[in-house]
């Protein structure tokens, strides 16, 4: 069996307002490859623009990886190396607290877009040193000013003017 290419992904999200319009970006390195990603909607959220960027970065992988991903959302990070969004997923979408989870339809694209690759989840600070982070943090913002931004299907709650 060959080795999986290997992937550096890193991911964020931006949102004017929480909620209002929100943007993701991601860069996608592999070899001497790389590829910026970036889009918005016009109300949404923080943690919804956080796991667009996953989503969006795992979507265009075309085969499996081995991807070392880094964001700086403690959320994601979290829910998936301690197992939260699996939990959930099992509880039939129920926190400890038998509440309801956040962004469900997000995390459902997750784990299984997830199961195809074998992803190294890695936190760091935002808004730090890393370069490829705050170029992610500037496409998200970029995203987030554009015109016409479309709606966040999956997003059910009003926005401010």
Known sequence: ????????????????GNPGPGGY??????????KELSGGYRCTTNNRMELMAVIKGLEELKKPCLINLYSDSQYIIKAMTLGWAKNWQKNHWLLQSKKPAKNIDLWQKILSLA???????????????NPDNKRCDQLAVLASNEDNL????????????
Not at 9 to 16: L, S
Not at 121 to 128: E, I, M, N, S
Request: net charge negative.
């Open 1 to 16: 069996m060959s080795e999986l290419p290997t992937v550096v992904m890193y991911t964020d999200g931006a949102c004017k």
């Open 150 to 161: 479309p709606e966040d299907e999956g997003f059910k709650q009003s926005c401010p003017l």
């Open 115 to 129: 199961q195809k690759h074998h992803i190294n989840w890695f936190w760091l600070k935002g808004h730090g040193d």
């Open 25 to 34: 970006g991601i860069i996608l390195k592999y070899n001497d490859h790389l």
